[in-house]
């Protein structure tokens, strides 16, 4: 068997958006029959938060959205570039710091924004208006339009990283223009 293609969504605290980004990447691989190619996590660029729980506005939204919400905050740490394929920044200012904190240009390679997969922009483009918002100190509706972000996001990625696992030679899945397919929930 080969090598697990490693995924870690990094937010700030790792409550919010980046445990998000992780259950729905979750769901979504193993829908599509990967989950034994593909490891994903989550961690927070701080360590506020180390040891706690996801936002409980966080699990509520994921719960309603059909999504297992399992979840310990974590920091992320430079020494786990070596052992991360794709390290997926939820804003701007996340991509910026995990680039900095990245200890060879190699890893700094790895760093991606997570709406650059459902805009159809590739790594090098300007990341203004790609930020997934922080919700934490705002509404509920907050985490349900994040929630949709990440939903869309998600299914760009998962094209990626599927090409990436099914290729001979795996890097860093690349944002790839025209393979994002809208996620539509169904009404009840």
């Known amino acids: ?14 409550i919010c958006r980046s445990p998000m980004a ?6 979504r691989i193993a ?6 190619l593909v490891e994903i996590d989550s961690a927070g660029t701080g360590g506020w938060h180390e040891g706690d729980g996801a936002d409980p506005r966080t ?15 974590r920091q992320f740490r430079a020494s786990w570039f070596a052992r991360r394929d794709l390290v997926v920044a939820l804003d701007a ?6 680039r900095r904190l990245a200890p060879t240009p190699e890893d700094a390679a790895k760093v991606r ?11 090098a483009a300007d990341p203004t208006g790609l930020d997934v918002p922080d919700p934490y100190y ?10 949709e972000m990440i939903e869309a996001a998600c ?7 599927r090409a990436e696992v099914t290729s001979d030679a795996p890097g860093p899945a690349e944002p790839r223009p025209g393979l994002h397919r809208p996620h539509h929930k169904e009404s009840a």
């Open 93 to 98: 200012g996340h991509l910026r710091e995990l």
């Open 59 to 73: 699990v509520t939204v994921l719960r309603a959205g059909g999504y297992p919400t399992t979840h310990t905050a």
């Open 155 to 161: 299914d760009g990625l998962l094209e990626a990283v």
């Open 138 to 147: 705002g509404g509920f509706a907050g985490f349900e339009e994040c929630l």
């Open 22 to 27: 992780e259950s729905v990447f979750r769901a």
């Open 31 to 36: 829908e599509d029959g990967l989950d034994a």
């Open 1 to 14: 068997m080969t090598a697990r293609y490693r995924v870690c969504f990094v937010c700030t605290g790792n």
């Open 113 to 123: 924004l997570l709406r650059a997969y459902n805009c159809g922009t590739g790594p």
